[in-house]
């Protein structure tokens, strides 16, 4: 029996009716999970707002100075920023997420990402897999070991309440 729906991606939030649809699940009595890369806040902010989300997910693509790498989208900062304070700040259950690719997350990326996680409840470093990546250059990086991903969980757990890793 189906209990829920994960909304995913790509990014979920650029769909103009992604509203609509989640008011259709809720109507089915269907619990609810939006994974987002929290670059529309504004978004994420209405679902929370009307109660249309059980469960968010945000990814965390890298440090706040680092985005640029990832991502050309216009003030990327404020929004991850603020896709941040409206989950820890809600009453719905959440997470945030860190794919571990090296070059785009060194420890110092991790430190920073402790800090601007600072008090969230709930964070997941994920392994790296070099598989059918967008980039094709990505698919050439020897993914880090267990070990150095242990060693990510003991400095993020100096900032965030809960720290487990997923995928090694």
Do not use: W
Request: glycine letters at 4%; one cysteine or more.
């Amino acid at each position: 029996m189906i209990e829920g729906v994960v909304v995913s991606g790509g990014e979920p939030t650029l769909q103009t009716d992604l509203k609509d649809f989640l008011i259709k699940i809720k109507e089915e009595k269907f619990q609810t999970k939006l994974d987002t890369n929290g670059s529309n806040p504004d978004i994420v902010e209405e679902l929370l707002r009307e109660r249309l989300l059980d469960y968010l997910a945000i990814d965390i693509k890298t440090s706040l100075d680092n985005y640029s790498m990832v991502t050309d989208v216009k003030d990327i900062k404020a929004k991850i920023q603020r896709s941040i304070s409206l989950a820890t700040l809600s009453t719905v259950q959440h997470e945030f997420r860190v794919t571990c690719a090296p070059g785009i997350v060194e420890e110092k990326d991790i430190v920073s990402i402790g800090q601007m996680l600072k008090g969230a409840k709930r964070c997941f470093l994920q392994q790296f897999r070099p598989i059918s990546t967008y980039d094709k250059k990505y698919e050439e990086i020897i993914p880090y070991s267990k070990e150095k991903l242990f060693e990510f969980k003991a400095i993020l757990e100096k900032d965030i309440n809960h720290v487990e890793i997923r995928g090694v």
